[in-house]
Nanobody, 120 residues
Framework: QVQLVESGGGLVQAGGSLGLSCAAS????????MGWYRQAPGTKREVVAA???????NYADSVKGRFTISRDNAKHTMYLQMNSLKVADAAVYYC??????????????WGQGTQVTVSS
């Protein structure tokens, strides 16, 4: 009953910027921690950035200083602003949220992923 839907992926030149959004819908009480993950071909999925419900953030060393994670709890939406993009940033980016259901406690949900392509 909970869906996370990403948007904003696309093609950008190295050095450019791109903004991603993840919107949650369905039936739930609240969303606790959220995060952005990415997976490039032939690699494992890795954490890019994470944010608590209160707004505390953590970043992978590879994106620190270039990416900014944020959220709007009223809109049930999380964002990732990506600046100074590198070819190495190209991947499918996934939204993850720890969702507190009306019954049953907390469960992790994943979005479908959005492709980010960086060209040189």
């Amino acid at each position: 009953q909970v869906q996370l839907v990403e948007s904003g992926g696309g093609l950008v030149q190295a050095g450019g910027s791109l903004g991603l959004s993840c919107a949650a819908s369905g039936t739930f009480l609240r969303i606790n921690d959220m995060g952005w993950y990415r997976q490039a071909p032939g690699t494992k999925r890795e954490v890019v950035a994470a944010i608590t419900r209160g707004g505390s953030t953590n970043y992978a060393d590879s994106v620190k200083g270039r990416f900014t994670i944020s959220r709007d709890n009223a809109k049930h939406t999380m964002y990732l602003q990506m600046n100074s993009l590198k070819v190495a940033d190209a991947a499918v980016y996934y939204c993850n949220g720890r969702v507190l259901a009306v019954v049953g406690g907390v469960r992790a949900y994943w979005g479908q992923g959005t492709q980010v392509t960086v060209s040189s």
